[in-house]
């Protein structure tokens, strides 16, 4: 298990700080993917990737990341990347209009079309190719690989996070009543 974390030294290093620091923020995730070391250690190797070297910025990393667990309702994930999601830059306001999606009028342009992106791809496994166009005049290939691998790779994360039915931390603040009742009101 220790090896299978080892494959994403900074997300090892964050929980392990949390949890000298009396939280087990994080916990909960990571150990339903250890029941299965070998397959956590392959894909904590991508997630490091994700979260590491990604030549996104952190804030739209985080942008995407809450699109993609809002729509695929996993409030555990939400959870975890709003606290993430206002570290990175984003704005209370911003967050709720994350659940608005890109037609929020909170969205410049580019983070509209990021929203679109993650849109595209939950709901048709592809970014239009008008969502394309537009993205591709902001960003470089790598960003734009980067985009769909980061929105892929959550995807995943919210499909085991539900299935496993992993549990909050007690650390963390559950979604508010209200929240959690308007991300299960829409179908994704």
């Not at 704005?91 to 580019?110: F, H, L, Y």
């Not at 939950?122 to 769909?148: G, H, K, P, Y």
């Amino acid at each position: 298990m220790h090896d299978a974390v080892s494959a994403f030294p900074a997300g090892r290093d964050f929980i392990l700080n949390n949890w000298e620091a009396g939280e087990a923020r994080g916990m909960n995730g990571v150990g339903a993917m250890l029941n299965h070391p070998a397959l956590a250690k392959a894909f904590l190797t991508f997630n490091n990737h994700i979260a590491k070297d990604n030549k996104l910025s952190k804030r739209i990393c985080e942008l995407l990341i809450l699109r993609v667990s809002w729509l695929r309702q996993s409030e555990y994930e939400f959870q975890q990347h709003v606290v993430l999601g206002l570290r990175a830059g984003l704005t209370e306001a911003e967050i709720a209009a994350i659940q608005d999606g890109p037609e929020a009028t909170t969205w410049n342009e580019v983070d509209a079309n990021l929203l679109r992106a993650a849109d595209d791809l939950v709901r048709d496994a592809c970014v239009n190719s008008t969502t394309w166009s537009a993205l591709s005049d902001e960003f470089t290939t790598e960003q734009m690989i980067d985009i769909v691998f980061t929105v892929g790779c959550y995807e995943v994360l919210a499909m085991a996070f539900k299935s496993f039915g992993v549990p909050f931390e007690a650390c963390l603040d559950p979604m508010a009543p209200e929240v959690r009742a308007r991300m299960f009101s829409t179908s994704s």
